[in-house]
Every structure is written in structure tokens, then in C-alpha cells.
């Protein structure tokens, strides 16, 4: 129903139930997609702000240890990463395209929730695709934000435009942000195989950002590299 009373909720075994219906939040959703969509994107960015609020998912303690994990950013909610992945999936099955042309990027689980419908939402065109993610690098405000995300469609999608992915994470890695280089190190760990890791370690060594968020995506990416391959790596 979308004139049910917002003001509360309940919870049980963990999961928090839309107040004057008896049904979790993520089955309304369901329901919301037989209204307009007005209604239903209304209904989704309510429930984000809510599950934040709330002991359940979230609430004062959770959100207190997700702003220290991401210091100095604002508009912090502490919802569970489960919980957001599980309405991405969910929003990824009715009008998705509509909801990444509108949505906000107010909250910093937004800005996740935006990166995961993408994960759950391949396109056959790549180029569209890419586009998309772009979108999704501009706004990236911590590494919460870009460590989330993953393209969709996995390894599958990954050898599919393996070379197009390639090029196109190169040119994050020279980019100037903290976050858009972050993004393109972290992402790239798909590539640390044979045929890559040479070019590969050589675009880490060329990486002169002084961003604490830069260097410790480099820190990671040579580890995972010098597991797979310890003495080339050294």
C-alpha cells in the first residue's frame, strides 16, 4: 500500500518489516512494481533510509563503526552490504535502466546501491555498459563505494571483452582522482595472469598518486600478484 504509515517498524530474527504491511521491505518491493514508478523508486529511497535508521541493519552503533571505516565522508547510513546487494538483485529484475537515469547519490550506500544494480545488470552492448560504469566512477566517494563493485556477468563477461576491459582500466589507472585510479587498481586484479601481469605490474610501478586510497589499492594489487606469481612479482 502506498498511503501505509512510514513512522515505524518491526523486526524479527533480524529482518525489518515494512510498518502497516506485516512484510519485510524487500517483498513491498515486489508489490510496489504494480504502482506507479513514482511510487515504487519513492518507496526504495525510503527504504535505504530507514534500514540505516534502524537497529535491525543498521542504527546508531552500525553507523558510527561505517564512518570510521570511511573517515571524512558525510551522509553515512551503516547499512549491511548483504541487505543493499539484495535489493540491487531485486531492482535489477523490474525497470533497472530507470532507476540508475534517477537515482541519488545523497547517501553513500546509494552511491553503492547504483554500483551494484550495475553488477547485477549486464548489457549486450558493451560500449552502453562502460558508460554506465563511468557514471558509476564519477561518483565515488570512498573506497566502500569502489570496492563494491564487480562487473556483471562475472568471468564470463570478463574473457568476453577481455581486451576492451583492458584498455579501459588502463585508463582509470592514469586518471587523476583518488578514487577513479583506485577504481582502475582494484578492478584490474582480473587481469593478473599470464598475459597481463608484466604490463600489468609495470602500469602499478608508473602510478605516482599520492592518495592514501591509491597506494593502499597498489599494496593489495602487488600482494595478490606476488601470490600468483611470487618470483616474478619480486
Known amino acids: ?14 529482518q525489518i518489516f515494512c510498518p502497516g504491511t506485516g512484510m519485510p521491505y524487500l517483498i513491498v518491493i515486489t508489490f510496489a512494481e504494480i504502482f506507479k514508478d513514482e511510487a515504487k523508486w519513492k ?6 533510509h530507514h534500514q540505516g535508521a534502524s537497529a535491525g541493519t543498521g542504527g546508531k552503533g552500525k553507523q558510527a563503526v561505517y564512518r570510521k571505516l570511511n573517515p571524512g565522508v558525510e551522509h553515512v547510513l551503516g547499512i549491511r552490504v548483504p541487505d543493499l546487494r539484495k535489493l540491487a538483485a531485486r531492482i535489477a529484475r523490474t525497470d533497472w ?12 550506500e546509494e552511491r553503492m546501491l547504483y554500483g551494484m544494480v550495475l553488477d547485477a545488470s549486464p548489457d549486450e552492448d558493451v560500449e552502453v555498459y562502460l558508460h554506465r560504469v563511468t557514471c558509476f566512477v564519477w561518483m565515488i566517494n570512498s573506497w566502500s563505494v569502489c ?5 556483471a556477468g562475472g568471468q564470463r563477461f570478463v574473457d568476453r571483452h577481455a581486451g576492451r576491459l583492458w584498455e579501459y582500466l588502463k585508463q582509470w589507472m592514469n586518471a587523476d582522482g583518488e578514487y577513479e585510479v583506485r577504481f582502475g587498481v582494484a578492478v584490474n586484479e582480473l ?12 602500469c602499478y610501478d608508473s602510478i605516482r598518486h599520492e592518495g592514501y586510497y591509491v597506494k593502499m589499492a597498489v599494496a593489495w594489487a602487488l600482494s595478490v600478484c606476488f601470490v600468483k606469481f611470487p618470483e616474478r612479482t619480486m
Open 97 to 108: 535502466e530507470r532507476f540508475l537515469e534517477t537515482s541519488d547519490t545523497f547517501y553513500m
Open 147 to 151: 570496492d563494491t563493485f564487480k562487473f
Open 191 to 202: 587481469f593478473v595472469d599470464e598475459a597481463h601481469l608484466e604490463e600489468l605490474l609495470a
Open 1 to 14: 500500500r502506498t498511503g501505509m504509515n512510514l513512522s515505524s517498524g518491526r523486526q524479527t530474527a533480524g
Open 43 to 48: 518507496l526504495i529511497r525510503w527504504m535505504i
